[in-house]
């Protein structure tokens, strides 16, 4: 799934226009990316948190050459999969659900094609 | 920051809503996603990051507490990748310097406005 079929998902859902909807994705996501700037947590119950690790300078080295670089100190997100969803992922894989990327054919309908039963 | 400060945000940024309707927006974004990783699918939020599945092998390990060797049984993780937009949004400096010093790195530049 990408951004822009979550934000068709969310205008079909909520009987809106898809730039609505589009304002309203984006504007979720922004949201997020500005508590981050600011070193702020966000606690999504039941899906996850996301945190700002801060990882300390250290030598690195160009691949292309085995020069050694110093990599500077930097900030990173990180995400902590919440129980629930942790479980509902389990799930899909013991319920012999393949891993996709993307392209939503089964369009929500909540009825899969059949799971591969090697 | 929670989902109840996150729907206040949409409510003060985008119009037309009531704080209900941002509320129950907020709460179907989660959920959809939620729904789209619980049937196996990957999901890929442009300037964000992608929630990416992985299937792991069963492998052995061992308790960290007692050293005893354990089989780390087989399962399915869920991990983020954040996008290159938010590096740089964490990283100002870094971005910037990197900039400076024109496209040598693999750091490409994105407004940041």
Known sequence: MTKSELINKLATEKNLTKSRAELVVNCIFDTMTEALMREEGIEIRGFGSFTVRHYPSYPGRNPRTGEVVPVPPKRLPFFKVGKELKVTVEDSRKNGKPIVEGRSEGDGDGVDSPAPTT | ?113
Not at chain 2, 24 to 39: A, H, I, P
């Open chain 2, 1 to 113: 920051m929670t989902k109840a400060e996150i729907a206040l945000a949409l409510y003060e940024k985008v119009g037309g809503f009531s704080k209900k309707e941002t509320a129950d927006l907020v709460e179907l974004v989660f959920d959809l996603m939620k729904n789209t990783l619980g049937s196996g699918e990957n999901i890929k939020v442009s300037r964000f990051g992608n929630f990416d599945l992985r299937d792991k092998r069963q492998r052995p390990g061992r308790n960290p507490q007692t050293g005893q060797p354990i089989n780390i049984t087989a399962r399915r993780v869920l991990t983020f990748k954040p996008s290159q937009i938010l590096r740089e949004a964490l990283n100002p400096d870094r971005a910037a310097k990197a900039e400076a010093m024109g496209s040598s790195s693999n750091v490409d530049e994105k407004s940041t406005p």
